[in-house]
């Protein structure tokens, strides 16, 4: 039987509770009457919360320390879980495709009987969960740019926003940085938008390796580039920008075709909004573009509370990061 991801899966046929087809050992099974895990399952098209359900229930039935939960669209653990000394895998599969793969962890080894009731449970979660992927999906392709799987516009505006909300609750640095390619004009004009779409490709995949929160990438369109820093990472900005634009310049893809990508950083001050940190990095960017290629220009930066803990201009900035 072929397993194939989540995300291949058709978005444009609802499935048929008559269409079950149920794996050769599980022929001899007994039809499970009790329906009402099935129907807590269809409150909810949320991956987490099927997945806190069916732990609810199996509760019921086995002793378990925990269940984690593998999609094409990422890892999800129950309420609660803790790994344990037995772990017992099963596949969810459903029409000869592999929905998700499902990690059970107890501190006794899980019988043969116990195999057979997980079986049977799984049985009922099967429609709900593949109409969960395909909400995810759905909500994956309306947030995320389809050439490089980056964030959209709209995801950043959203992602900004909470951000920015958590910065100042939890009294965090938050910090946003402006990228754009150098001579990405004139690569399109002359190795045609083919080559200029597989450069953008190569961009996303170095922002990915250089950075840890990946979710916080994004791509406005065109060779623009957005990436918000919190915590940490924004606490460390300068450096992370430096490697981010390190990344880039000197990957040989970009070398060979003369691209360099510049940056704008910005910090948020005490006060500012969204829309003012945006231009106040937007401003920042401008300014490395017009100083020439390959550069990092970033705005004061302050703490919340407003103390000064790194002045450094957009006029003083630091030196270019060249190739």
Known sequence: MDCIMTRELALDVAPSYAALNRCQQTDSLPDCSEQTLTSQLQTSLDIQQQLDIFSMYVGRVLNISGIRLNTAFGEHSAAGSTNSAH???????????????????????????????????????????????????LQQMALKDPLTALGNRRFFDDSFAKA?????????????????????????????????????????????????????LFRFGGDEFAIILADEDADSADLVARR????????????????????????????????????????????????????????????????TVNFATSQASNPPVTC
């Open 164 to 216: 920015i909300q958590l910065s100042r609750r939890r009294q965090q640095t938050c910090a946003l940085l402006l990228l754009d390619l150098d001579n990405f004009k004139q690569l399109n004009d002359n190795y045609g938008h083919a080559m200029g779409d597989e450069l953008l490709v190569v961009v996303a995949d170095c922002m990915r390796d250089a950075l840890r929160q990946t979710d916080s």
């Open 87 to 137: 772990t017992y895998k099963s596949l969810l599969v459903l029409n000869q495709q592999c929905l998700a793969e499902v990690h059970y962890h107890s501190n006794q080894p899980f019988s043969p009987m116990q195999q057979r009731d997980l079986l049977l449970l799984e049985s009922e979660w099967l429609f709900a969960l593949r109409n969960a992927l395909v909400v995810a999906r």
């Open 244 to 307: 981010l634009l390190k990344a880039i310049n000197q990957h040989y893809k970009c070398q060979q075709y003369g691209i360099s990508a510049s940056a704008g950083l910005a910090y948020l001050q005490p006060m500012q909004s969204a829309e003012q940190l945006f231009a106040t990095a937007d401003r920042a960017l401008y300014e490395a573009k017009a100083a020439g290629k390959a550069n990092l220009r970033q705005s004061a930066r302050e703490t919340l509370s407003g103390t």
